[in-house]
């Protein structure tokens, strides 16, 4: 069974940074495509960043040269560092899957950036 559980959200200033993490299990994560995706309130849920199974990763403009998208294979999980942050980065931040043609989701991770 296909899990996935985010952690490392939080709250924090303008300039800041976190490092989110999606621990996997039921799968390994170096052999799929994952991304991390986020939602803020009243809007809706957009991609972020993207990793395929060959390691070829890719963001959107909004993020670009500000997250970076990695996965530890050995420990199965994948991870988003979010430098400089900013107000309009608020959001719950979700890591998904894409698995025999069905797309998983996590439960979501709450960053709050204040200014």
């Known amino acids: 069974q296909v899990q996935l559980v985010e952690s490392g959200g939080g709250s924090v200033q303008t300039g800041g940074s976190l490092r989110l993490s999606c621990a996997a299990s039921?799968?390994?994560?170096?052999?799929?495509?994952m991304g991390w995706f986020r939602q803020a309130p009243g809007k809706e849920r957009e991609g972020v960043a993207y990793?395929?199974?060959?390691?070829?990763?890719a963001y959107e403009d909004s993020v670009k040269g500000r997250f970076t998208i990695s996965r530890d294979n050995a420990k199965n999980t994948l991870y988003l560092e979010m430098n400089s942050l900013k107000p309009e980065d608020t959001a719950m931040y979700y890591c998904?899957?894409?698995?025999?043609?069905?797309?998983?989701w996590g439960q979501g991770t709450q960053v709050t950036v204040s200014s």
């Open positions: 998904a899957a894409d698995l025999g043609g069905r797309r998983y």
């Open positions: 990793i395929a199974s060959t390691g070829v990763t």
């Open positions: 039921g799968y390994t994560v170096g052999r799929i495509w």
